[in-house]
């Protein structure tokens, strides 16, 4: 597939491995505008980084080509870190405890898996979430936690 971006050698310089590694590249990309700030050890350790594609503008996690347009031009940004629970379920396998699986759309418009903390049984879809933790030290998925209170109808 031939863009506009430049090159086959170009295009094929960014690495699986370096996928959404910015520092690797030294900014967000050539054509972020003078404004966007620079990514910094720092400023990636408590965020979740995604791509956008610079063709039609969807935003996804960990891809390697745009589902939409095929496109392989891919910006990498940093989420704000709510969202909202989509599909949460209860995991009784491998583990000492009940654990949730939770599929969260994020504001910026792509879908990650988690886990949300609180009870398992009291997490549900349309919670509101926000990043806790980028990295779970255990399985290494994002951790969020409810940013509302659970509706308790009978206390």
Avoid at 90 to 113: C, D, I, K, Q, Y
């Amino acid at each position: 597939m031939y863009h506009r971006s430049g090159s086959a050698v170009q295009q094929a310089a960014g690495s699986a491995t370096a996928l959404l590694d910015p520092l690797a590249r030294g900014s967000f990309s050539a054509s972020a505008p003078a404004s966007a700030p620079a990514l910094t050890p720092a400023s990636t350790s408590d965020a979740i980084l995604f791509q956008r594609c610079t063709w039609c503008g969807t935003a996804m996690y960990h891809r390697v080509l745009c589902p939409v347009c095929r496109g392989s031009d891919l910006r990498t940004e940093r989420s704000e870190g709510t969202g909202t629970v989509r599909h949460s379920t209860v995991v009784h396998r491998n583990t000492p405890a009940a654990r949730n699986v939770s599929l969260v759309e994020m504001t910026e418009g792509f879908v990650v898996r988690g886990r949300v903390m609180g009870p398992p049984i009291g997490i549900h879809s349309g919670d509101r979430v926000r990043l806790s933790t980028v990295k779970d030290p255990v399985r290494g998925e994002p951790v969020f936690q409810l940013l509302d209170e659970p509706y308790r109808a009978w206390r």
